[in-house]
């Protein structure tokens, strides 16, 4: 990954109304305690046990959609009114998994006022919120600690024998897969090595492992095991299929010569899950066709076993929490240009929320002026890191600025464009935007049980929103 360090600084407080080299005076918020207050608040709420990770265990990705509309309509901000009109469409983005219209589903029911808010689509869903046990010669592996259950495994159950064929006299996934299907791994997993793997015949950066895992057949072989060095955090993008057999990465308790392993997982494919994007709008009060497109994500991962759920505090209860409390300054303090905010559901699941919004949008994108996008803002900022494509890069500039007039800055990193949030096909449009994405302290619990309310900071919040409404209005 390429990064480019664009500047060194500090962190902590806010200076208002200090000029940048070209006079323009950038303000500070008043009463910033209270926005920073109700953005704990939303956290908090969005993180908590009740909404499962946001998943579709217990409806806790339609608690999180009604909770963002509720708070919205608690602001006066309405719907998002859809200019364009059109009979929806198929979502196929070019890679991996597609987003299908669909009805209201488990929203049927509810209110006119609130469904106003809602863009629904279906995507299938392979989830695991039963049994989830691995045992490795009598010893029990604890989940995201020492190993995680690939997203595309379907349910296994017994006791295997363990088998290590090496991949260095292999030189492509076929030649590997033939080897494992030759009927000698009956009833075992197969342990590969993940280094040797992705160096030499898993090569594929985009998707290392379903061209491998498609070949296998489940009556020659039991399952995989992919042995890491380091930790691997859990995954949902590779969710919308199921492979003929489990696999898992283990980077903890998989001693040299283990001989067995004994697995108890639950999986079930849903065939259409229903997923719903949550879109709002403030109309400008001087400059309503000037648009400014606010985006995070608040769906998560929900659960590996029912035992393992995963809240999401950070990735990215974060991203709407800060995108609820702009909305709250901005209904408070109505905006020249319109502000518009898309939550969107299935960033977990390869961007198909954003897709499918991009795909069927409510005005044409020509329109943006500019995109802000929220995901993973409540670490401490030791760095913050940016994607911002060559058509943005003017507004990076005065992001640049009004950074520069904090008494210590951000540390601003500006990074490669990547398909790692909801801002990448507007990007690749060209659509003037920038990603916000905050590294520091808790970073290493991305992805695991542990993002929790209790792990996240609010160090970065008076400036990140701050900068955020200086930008809007400047801009």
Same mark, same amino acid.
Request: glycine share 8%; net charge negative; proline share 6%.
């Given at each position: ?116 808010? +809602?863009?629904?689509?279906? +995507? ?106 380091? =930790? ?26 283990? =001989? ?18 949550? +879109? ?105 890191? +940016? ?89």
């Amino acid at each position: 990954m390429k990064r480019v360090l664009i500047m060194l600084a500090g962190a902590i407080t806010i200076l208002g109304n200090v000029g940048c080299d070209s006079g323009t005076k950038f303000k500070s918020i008043d009463g910033i305690e209270k926005y920073r207050t109700y953005y704990n608040e939303s956290l908090k709420e969005l993180s908590s046990e009740a909404y499962h990770g946001r998943s579709n265990y217990g409806d806790g990705n339609i608690k999180a959609a009604l909770y963002i509309i509720g708070e919205l309509q608690k602001m006066g901000i309405g719907p998002m009114v859809d200019e364009i009109g059109a009979e929806p469409i198929q979502a196929t983005p070019p890679f991996k998994g597609t987003a299908s219209p669909c009805g209201p589903m488990r929203f049927e029911g509810t209110p006119d006022d609130q469904m106003a808010y +809602l863009q629904h689509y279906c +995507l299938p869903l392979n989830v695991m919120r039963g049994a989830m046990q691995v045992i490795i010669d009598g010893n029990e592996l604890v989940p995201a600690v020492d190993y995680v259950a690939k997203e595309f495994s379907p349910a296994c159950k017994g006791e295997f024998g363990l088998a290590y064929p090496g991949v260095d006299k292999y030189t492509s996934v076929k030649e590997l897969a033939d080897h494992i299907n030759s009927g000698i791994y009956k009833k075992k997993f197969v342990v590969i090595e993940w280094g040797p793997y992705t160096e030499t015949i898993g090569t594929n950066p985009f998707d290392r492992y379903r061209e491998f895992m498609d070949m296998l057949q489940a009556d020659k072989v039991a399952g995989i095991i992919y042995k890491m060095e380091s =930790k691997l955090p859990y995954f949902k993008a590779r969710s919308y299929y199921v492979t003929p057999v489990p696999a898992f990465c283990i980077w903890n308790g998989l001693t040299e010569g283990a =001989k067995k392993i004994k697995v108890n997982m639950d999986c079930e494919l849903i065939e259409c899950h229903d997923a719903h994007n949550v +879109l709002a709008s403030i109309k400008g009060t001087k400059y309503p066709e000037r648009r400014y497109l606010l985006m995070g994500h608040f769906d998560h991962l929900g659960y590996m076993g029912i035992e393992n759920v995963h809240p999401g505090a950070n990735d990215n209860a974060s991203g709407p929490s800060m995108m609820l409390a702009l909305a709250k300054y901005f209904s408070e303090n109505p905006p020249e240009s319109t502000i518009d905010f898309a939550f969107f559901d299935a960033e977990e699941c390869n961007l198909l929320g954003s897709y499918y919004y991009k795909t069927n949008p409510r005005y044409p994108q020509e329109n943006i002026r500019y995109i802000l996008n929220y995901d993973m803002v409540a670490d401490t900022p030791e760095s913050i890191y +940016l994607q911002v494509p060559e058509e943005g890069m003017a507004g990076y500039e005065l992001i640049q600025k009004i950074n520069m007039t904090f008494e210590e800055p951000f540390n601003f990193i500006l990074d490669d464009i990547k398909d790692d949030s909801d801002n990448y096909f507007f990007a690749l449009d060209g659509v003037p935007s920038l990603y916000f994405h905050t590294e520091g302290k808790y970073n290493h619990i991305y992805h695991t049980p542990f993002d929790t309310y209790d792990n996240i900071s609010d160090i970065g919040f008076e400036r990140l929103f701050t900068l955020s409404i200086n930008f809007i209005e400047k801009y």
